[in-house]
């Protein structure tokens, strides 16, 4: 079985500031490892996502995610916060195929001037 | 390329009446997800589509909801009747393949039971 935590249900930055969103997950199987951005009123859209080999993973927009599998995490980071990435995002995680995909609960990011 | 689109993207309804959420996914995706976030919560997986055929409906709540997908297009779930711990957003998804594909999410429909 697969579960997510992410830490912080909202978290604070400013624009310019080194944006840390953290993610722990839980796997009985070798995870694949995925997050997604919501931005107001659209659907949710994948930044990145983990499958096998490297582990410094690069997204979208200069974001990027390390898995670590000693720690059991896959935090999310971009060096310099914008104002448009204010919008929630989701960890998930899964196993063999996408019926195993479990959500975090999100993390609301706000980018302060 | 038109994206998932989920129709109504808000629906208030009291307890006890019926209602109807529809989703298009994008051409030619063969799978469809339904998902639902209640509360701000985790979104949790309710049931996923391979064409017109339900592939896994472990995660419906109850038998108050119905999905169907008629002719492996849009889909439908309806909530009868609904009760008000329905309340919440409720996710389409759908993607071409099943193995950990990525996944193209509609907007999502607000649904509030009073």
């Known amino acids: 079985a697969q579960s997510v935590t992410q830490l912080g249900s909202h978290v604070s930055v400013s624009e310019g500031a080194l944006v840390l969103l953290r993610c722990n997950y839980s796997?009985?199987?070798?995870?694949?490892l995925f997050w997604y951005v919501q931005y107001p009123n659209q659907g949710l859209q994948l930044l990145l996502k983990?499958?096998?080999?490297?582990?410094l993973v690069k997204g979208i927009n200069g974001f990027e995610a390390e898995f670590k599998k000693s720690e059991t995490s896959f935090h999310l980071t971009k060096p310099s916060a914008h104002m448009s990435d204010a919008a929630e995002y989701f960890c998930?995680?899964?196993?063999?195929?996408?019926?195993?995909?479990?959500f975090g609960a999100g993390t609301r990011l706000t980018v302060k001037p | 390329e038109a994206g998932v689109t989920q129709f109504p993207s808000h629906s208030v309804i009291e307890k006890g009446q019926t209602v109807t959420l529809r989703c298009d996914p994008i051409?030619?995706?063969?799978?469809l997800y339904w998902y639902r976030r209640v509360m701000g919560k985790e979104i949790k997986f309710l049931l996923h589509?391979?064409?017109?055929?339900?592939?896994?409906e472990s995660g419906m709540p109850n038998n108050r909801f119905l999905a169907e997908r008629t002719g492996g297009t849009y889909s439908t779930l309806k909530v009868q009747p609904a009760e008000l711990e329905d309340s919440g957003v409720y996710f389409c998804?759908?993607?071409?393949?099943?193995?950990?594909?990525?996944?193209?999410f509609g907007s999502g429909t607000q649904l509030s039971v009073l």
């Open positions: 998804a759908s993607s071409q393949g099943w193995a950990n594909e990525k996944l193209f």
């Open positions: 796997s009985s199987v070798p995870p694949y």
């Open positions: 983990y499958t096998t080999g490297a582990t």
């Open positions: 998930a995680v899964s196993g063999y195929n996408n019926n195993d995909m479990r």
């Open positions: 051409s030619g995706h063969d799978n």
């Open positions: 589509f391979v064409k017109e055929s339900k592939q896994d």
